[in-house]
């Protein structure tokens, strides 16, 4: 199935201790590149997110988001700084001895001093958080790469679409080819005609200049060349998994034969054909951007 480059996944999951929401959405990119953003106490998951995320992408730039939500009222917790306690204590004694003064140092008295003790986060668990963490993530994922494929049955139903408007242009410059020569053929008699009167024309020669003429024009192997091409990328749009760096190069081969009909095009109606052809490939182009 063809996939989107462009999606967007979210999903919530919690317990009786925690509640975590995962958001991700995606544009466009060469390769794949993750932004994750989340608490920094849960920073030591992010290898473990990232390897999860390659499961699910392969191209294009996602955009992570991930909250945490602790439900159990046990967020913080106090820290004893016992060396620095014992420092301060001291440094008391000392100033006591100094300048004989009664040592007079009670518990209450140290800990109020800077630093002694200090609030920080409770620490967490990882074992017991990851399995809710990663069923999370991976519901986003689900629902990330769902949107993905929507997006890319539209954009296979367009280009198809498109493909197959070629292979009728491209008919249509078959068709065209013997009528260019036998217009070539009638202009050079009424020229020769004009200007000899009512001599008689050499066959010879005129079947000469029309051979040169005809090699000149003959686009049999470019029309041969595209039309395998166009086949090929409604082959291609048919598969599984990434295809987007594949289908991009087919449309650059595509565009290198379209140039040439065009540029070796002696005819108003066959030029015209070879730009309509142009112009589509330019819009598949455009198109097969936005696929992974």
Do not use: W
């Amino acid at each position: 199935m063809i996939k989107s480059m462009t999606g967007f996944g979210r999903s919530e999951g919690a317990d009786a201790l925690r509640r975590i929401t995962v958001e991700i959405k995606s544009v466009n990119h060469k390769y794949f590149d993750a932004n994750i953003r989340m608490p920094r106490r849960l920073n030591f998951f992010d290898t473990a997110i990232r390897s999860v995320l390659k499961e699910y992408i392969q191209r294009g730039k996602a955009d992570v988001f991930l909250t945490y939500e602790d439900l159990s009222g046990h967020t913080m917790s106090v820290r004893y700084n016992r060396d620095l306690a014992g420092e301060y204590l001291s440094y008391l004694r000392e100033m006591s001895a100094d300048f004989e003064l009664e040592d007079d140092v009670r518990v209450g008295t140290l800990s109020r001093f800077p630093e002694i003790f200090s609030m920080e986060d409770a620490p967490m668990d990882e074992a017991e958080i990851r399995p809710l963490l990663e069923k999370t993530l991976r519901e986003a994922l689900d629902q990330f790469v769902a949107s993905r494929v929507r997006e890319g049955e539209h954009l296979k139903t367009d280009i198809t679409e498109k493909l197959q408007g070629m292979l009728l242009n491209v008919d249509r410059i078959e068709e065209r080819a013997p009528g260019i020569l036998n217009d070539y053929r009638t202009r050079l008699e009424e020229k020769a005609a004009e200007l000899l009167g009512d001599t008689s024309i050499d066959e010879a020669c005129l079947a000469s200049e029309l051979i040169i003429f005809a090699d000149r024009i003959c686009t049999d192997e470019e029309t041969v060349r595209l039309r395998a091409h166009i086949l090929s990328m409604l082959d291609a749009l048919q598969n599984e998994g990434s295809v987007g760096r594949k289908l991009d190069f087919i449309a650059q081969e595509m565009n290198r034969e379209a140039n040439t009909i065009l540029s070796k095009a002696n005819d108003l109606q066959t030029s015209e054909i070879a730009i309509d052809l142009k112009t589509e490939i330019e819009k598949i182009r455009e198109q097969i951007q936005n696929i992974e």
